[in-house]
């Protein structure tokens, strides 16, 4: 057994190294036992396996719920989460060469007696940036991942599932152990976590209370966190790993900004009289302290400007050096060399500075390239999928109407993954400002207005140059400064494959273009709703003289007509059905505006409003019509109808339209007690009421010829006097002559001549549907 010592960057990020080799990562070095390596590579096989089967879980997940477009959305958003954990840990595996590289970068880096104490105070600053960096993503991490848990134990353990056919939302449990069965397919427990959360916790909750009461399950919530725990992980650690060689870089160049001035004085030392020169060369140790009794700084004269007339009184170099010399190491004067008279030791120190400020300022450019090579696609493959996923994320924003779990899980989403791209590009920001410019251009289009501001104007490698007292150093320290201050005119900076540069100005173009999609989604929804108004005009008088008895509309030809016979006014008239259960309420609209029947019965849970325009008599009407379940009673009054929602606008209705089963004659007892309670509530001078006995392909003859039919019909007719239309919702009989009389009752009220009335109705029989004149749906 063999164990190995780490050194340079390794040993800095060791802790990273080994959170990375428990995650996954295929990371096949520096191991301190070289005897588990074998054990660890069937560990990373396992996972990468594990991971790649629960993303194809996602993607079949995703196609199988791709009829509705929350889930839709919700499944996409879970696959590109979880796109970042495959791609950074395949990513890993394939570029592992350039990485072990830009780890290896620095294992011997130059050094030099004179500036080892400041070399050493920067890399510990570096090492504790850098563990506290960690130590924040982990926290934020398993918080994530608990939160995302936890979550879906919050609300009804349903699924909403809605009918293609008719539109109708139903809920159903899910996940159930035990006694309860599984009621939804088509997700694995590993991307339960993602999808439930974004749907707001309607999907695969019950999963997640079952297993409370489960020990399995109880163990399936545990490796289920942490899974999700693992996952995020592996993204999460190599975004720590390049953000901790950024802060490893600019610790690095505040390191050579730091040096910069006592390296002109040490130059200066060379070819100028400096007093007390040997001081500088002394270290600082318990024994012999440096500067003791620091000269005290001179008064300049009266009105006159002199404080560069004792430099050490402005910088002290006091902690600058750690190698001890002797007190008089520099205060031989005899044959010593330059104006100084400094020893071949001390002047070989201070020439080998300016060679240990430039080879290192190399050593960091090679550094910073290398760690652009190693990470550069990876940026960019993460910035794309992150603007797709922050701007389907804005989108699900806007349906955010209350304080709920549904509004938690979108903006954490939200948070969370600007939070990934923030770490990002505050780290990759800060590199361009330590290394070159001295001041960082955040521009952001606030319509056609860009701001600027302006960071640290004094933090750059050149301002530092320039500041240094350069005009008092040798021929060869001005050589070097103007070296430097033409170098550092490019500042380096990490790339995403030369497609970007990681800075605050990506951020904000991340935050431009999720804003320019989200718009054009919202104006993408509005031309729909626009398109849906256009096409859903129906002309019942063409439907009529056509004498079909499906539901059909003029294409898009029609516009000539239009121009022939313009309808010349526009009116809302808000329309609501009332009836008991299984009367086919429902399946009348449905009929009506879209042409379809559904033959599974599925009862009305909630409102649901419809807005169809249809056209009689050359005048145009846009129908409100609002399909209620069954209600208890009519509300006596406006307060009732604001404090429960399924009253909402009844007593405001233009018209009403009660339905009743034809087969089932006690359904209309219900309805005339509720017309009662309509009267009684409200005035219903100049509100039409339309009664409809459905099902008549289900009435049989001996039914029809019956004396309790009869006198329906006379007390609707005669006593009640109002409109009386009987159809078929499933043969699509009459269902047009139903809302061919609710509008020419709301014309009689209005005052205008009724149009004329059609021929009869064709005999009662389906009718397949023409696809050619059927009407438009968006």
């Known amino acids: 057994m063999m164990k190995f010592k780490q050194q340079g960057l390794v040993a800095d990020l060791l802790p990273n190294i080994k959170l990375m080799k428990a995650t996954g990562h295929f990371l096949f070095n520096y191991y301190t036992d070289s005897s588990t390596k074998h054990i ?10 594990l991971v790649l089967m629960q993303f194809g879980f996602c993607g079949i997940n995703l196609m199988l719920e791709s009829d509705d477009v929350d889930d839709l959305t919700a499944n996409t958003i879970t696959m590109l989460f979880f796109t970042h954990c495959v791609v950074k840990l395949i990513y890993f595996a394939v570029r592992s060469k350039l990485f072990y ?9 130059n050094s030099h007696p004179l500036f080892a104490e400041s070399n050493a105070r920067y890399h510990q600053k570096a090492i504790k940036k850098m563990r506290i960096l960690l130590l924040i993503v982990m926290v934020i991490t398993v918080l994530s991942a608990i939160s995302w848990t936890t979550i879906t134990f919050i609300g009804d353990s349903v699924k909403k599932v809605i009918d293609p056919v008719t539109n109708e939302s139903t809920y159903v449990e899910v996940y159930v152990f035990g006694d309860c069965r599984k009621e939804n397919s088509g997700t694995s427990h590993l991307d339960w976590v993602g999808s439930s959360s974004v749907n707001g916790c309607d999907n695969n909750i019950g999963y997640a209370k079952a297993c ?8 399936l919530i545990a490796s289920t966190c942490f899974c999700l725990d693992t996952k995020v992980d592996d993204a999460n650690l190599l975004d720590v790993l390049f953000c901790s060689w950024l802060v490893f870089a600019c610790e690095q160049i505040q390191h050579l900004k730091n040096i910069m001035k006592p390296l002109m004085e040490f130059s200066a030392t060379l070819d100028t009289v400096v007093p007390n020169s040997g001081e500088l060369f002394k270290a600082g140790t318990p024994e012999h302290p440096r500067d003791p009794d620091p000269l005290p700084l001179s008064t300049p004269p009266q009105g006159e400007n002199m404080l560069d007339m004792d430099l050490r009184g402005i910088y002290s170099n006091r902690t600058d050096f750690t190698t001890t010399f002797r007190p008089t190491a520099g205060m031989t004067f005899n044959g010593g060399v330059g104006p100084n008279g400094l020893t071949k030791k001390q002047e070989m120190l201070v020439r080998s500075a300016i060679k240990y400020w430039v080879e290192r300022h190399k050593h960091i450019v090679r550094l910073v390239t290398a760690i652009g090579d190693a990470y550069g696609l990876a940026l960019l493959l993460h910035m794309l999928t992150t603007t797709i996923t922050l701007t389907l994320l804005a989108y699900q924003a806007t349906k955010i109407h209350a304080v709920d779990t549904y509004a938690a899980s979108v903006i954490g989403y939200l948070v969370y993954s600007l939070g990934q791209v923030f770490m990002l590009c505050i780290f990759g920001n800060r590199l361009i400002e330590e290394s070159g410019l001295d001041h960082i251009s955040i521009y952001s289009k606030l319509g056609n207005r860009l701001r600027m501001a302006v960071l640290n104007p004094s933090s750059s490698v050149m301002e530092a140059a320039y500041s240094c007292h350069w005009y008092d150093g ?3 320290a001005k050589t070097f400064v103007q070296i430097v201050c033409q170098q550092c005119q490019k500042a380096m900076s990490i790339s995403g494959a030369k497609f970007f540069t990681v800075s605050l100005d990506l951020f904000a173009s991340v935050l431009g273009a999720m804003v320019t999609y989200f718009m054009v989604l919202v104006q993408l929804k509005f031309l729909r709703h ?3 108004k256009w096409f859903i005009e129906l002309d019942l008088d063409y439907l009529e003289r056509r004498g079909s008895e499906t539901i059909t509309c003029e294409n898009a ?15 809302r008239v808000k329309v609501v059905f009332l009836g008991a259960p299984r009367v086919g309420k429902s399946s009348i609209i449905r009929q009506f505006v879209w042409s379809e029947f559904c033959e599974e019965y599925k009862p009305t849970e909630r409102r649901e409003t419809f807005y169809p325009s249809v056209v009689l008599a050359d005048r145009l009407y846009e129908l409100k019509i609002t399909d209620l379940p069954m209600i208890p009673y009519f509300p006596v009054s406006s307060h009732l109808e604001w404090t429960d929602f399924r009253y909402y606008g009844l007593r405001s209705a233009n018209a009403y339209v009660l339905v009743f089963d034809l087969s089932n004659q006690d359904t209309f007892q219900y309805i005339r007690t509720l017309r009662e309670q309509i009267y009684e509530a409200r005035d219903m001078r100049g509100v039409p009421l339309l009664v409809v006995g459905n099902k008549q392909d289900e009435l049989s003859p001996a039914a029809a010829s019956a004396s309790r039919y009869r006198d329906i019909v006379n007390l609707v007719r005669k006593h009640w006097r109002c409109g009386y239309v ?4 499933r043969f699509n009989c009459r269902v047009v002559q139903v809302f061919r009389e609710l509008m020419k009752s709301i014309q009689a009220v209005e005052g205008r001549p009724p149009s004329p009335t059609p021929a009869p109705s064709q005999p009662l029989r389906s009718h397949p549907p023409d ?3 059927k009407c438009i749906l968006l």
Do not use: F, M
């Not at 590289?101 to 880096?109: A, F, I, Q, S």
């Not at 009987?726 to 919702?729: F, T």
């Open 530 to 532: 626009k398109l849906y």
């Open 101 to 109: 590289r830009t780890l290896g970068v620095w294992n011997n880096p």
């Open 474 to 476: 040798s021929e060869e």
């Open 212 to 219: 409370l009461s489960d020990k399995i399950g109880k163990n």
């Open 726 to 729: 009987e159809c078929s919702a």
């Open 40 to 49: 660890h590579k069937i560990y990373c096989i396992v996972h990468l396996i």
């Open 557 to 571: 030809e029609s516009g000539s007509k239009e121009e022939e016979s313009p309808a010349d006014t526009l009116d």
């Open 771 to 773: 696809t050619s004149e």
